[in-house]
């Protein structure tokens, strides 16, 4: 059985760095194009960052382009999110999701698997 699990998540300063993990199980990573997920407080799951299979990058949220970067390592089976000066704003649950098609999209429901995802708190 496919799954993947978030990892990294927690408190940290505003202005300060933090790397999320996302591990898929069951599967081959290679095979999948992944993306990361966030739901801010009082709102919906909204997609900011997606890297495909043959390791393009997708930014969706403008406000994170020059701060946050996808990367993924497939001998491992682990997508990382580099955070960098994170902000305030950047606080939500971040999600990592799983689709077997080779390219990104920002539609939640073209993701197969999803993970709990894993709490950032940003204080200022």
């Known amino acids: 059985q496919v799954q993947v699990v978030e990892s990294g998540g927690g408190l940290v300063q505003s202005g300060e760095s933090r790397r999320l993990s996302c591990k898929m199980l069951g599967d081959s990573l290679s095979l999948w194009t992944i993306a990361w997920f966030r739901q801010a407080p009082g709102k919906g799951r909204e997609v900011i960052i997606c890297?495909?299979?043959?390791?393009?990058?997708?930014y969706y949220e403008d406000s994170v382009k020059d701060r946050f970067t996808i990367s993924r390592q497939n001998g491992a089976n682990m997508v990382y999110l580099q955070m960098n000066n994170l902000k305030p704003e950047d606080s939500g649950i971040y999600f990592c999701?799983?689709?077997?098609?080779?390219?990104?999209?920002?539609?939640?429901?073209?993701?197969?698997?999803w993970g709990q995802g894993t709490p950032v708190t940003v204080s200022s």
């Open positions: 999701a799983a689709r077997r098609p080779s390219l990104c999209s920002d539609e939640a429901s073209l993701y197969r698997y």
């Open positions: 890297i495909s299979q043959d390791s393009e990058s997708s």
